[in-house]
T-cell receptor, first 115, second 112 residues
Framework: DSGVTQTPKHLITATGQRVTLRCSPR?????VYWYQQSLDQGLQFLIQ???????AKGNILERFSAQQFPDLHSELNLSSLELGDSALYFC??????????????FGPGTRLLVL | TQLLEQSPQFLSIQEGENLTVYCNSS?????LQWYRQEPGEGPVLLVT?????EVKKLKRLTFQFGDARKDSSLHITAAQPGDTGLYLC????????????FGQGTRLTINP
């Protein structure tokens, strides 16, 4: 158990819909990362937050948005869903999000299926 | 474009054999990490290498970072069925905010 929790574990929805994925970081970690893992693209970095502020942005679509709240939990919002958005979405957390070699602890993921 | 190329993508060997997984790039990374991911779970960090030429050992696993910090390898000695899983390498970029670039992964199966 990494200490990072994600809900829901599974999500099935239809094209065009909007969903929200939730992540609670490990106790004491200030930085949260979101990743998407699909069969054809592998694990792709989406976005990073540190103490409520966006720190880095990766391959995140404009239809996707995220935020980190004062209690440090984070939400990833996916809208206008397409079939290709079906994937595993992972949240990870780290202490400060500063040094590149700082350990990131991954949650168990949310499996999204868009029908 | 995949910045980190892992090979092989799939590997199935018998218990007791040795194996090496490679992670190659044309880019230089400030550090490189190896993760193992099991079905239904998130990746778990195995090791971080930060110095060119660095070698780290974790029981039967040996990790090496290339001298130019563009490539890495994972060698497993006397593989066990418990080593079965998806192995991912991830490089941390030198410039820009911290974000990890992952390879496609090597799916390893150790047969009893």
């Amino acid at each position: 158990d990494s200490g990072v929790t994600q809900t829901p574990k599974h999500l099935i929805t239809a094209t065009g819909q909007r969903v929200t994925l939730r992540c609670s970081p490990r106790s004491g970690d200030l930085s949260v990362y979101w990743y998407q893992q699909s069969l054809d693209q592998g694990l792709q970095f989406l976005i990073q937050y540190y103490n409520g502020e966006e720190r880095a942005k990766g391959n995140i679509l404009e239809r996707f948005s995220a935020q980190q709240f004062p209690d440090l939990h984070s939400e990833l919002n996916l809208s206008s869903l397409e079939l290709g958005d079906s994937a595993l979405y992972f949240c990870a957390s780290s202490l400060s999000g500063g040094p590149p070699q700082e350990t990131q602890y991954f949650g168990p993921g949310t499996r999204l299926l868009v029908l | 474009t995949q910045l980190l190329e892992q090979s092989p993508q799939f590997l199935s060997i018998q218990e007791g054999e040795n194996l090496t997984v490679y992670c190659n790039s044309s880019s230089v990374f400030s550090s490189l990490q190896w993760y193992r991911q099991e079905p239904g779970e998130g990746p778990v960090l195995l090791v971080t290498v930060v110095t060119g030429g660095e070698v780290k050992k974790l029981k039967r696993l040996t990790f090496q970072f290339g001298d130019a910090r563009k490539d890495s390898s994972l060698h497993i000695t006397a593989a066990q069925p418990g080593d079965t899983g998806l192995y991912l390498c991830a490089g941390a970029r030198i410039q820009g905010a911290q974000k990890l670039v992952f390879g496609q992964g090597t799916r390893l199966t150790i047969n009893p």
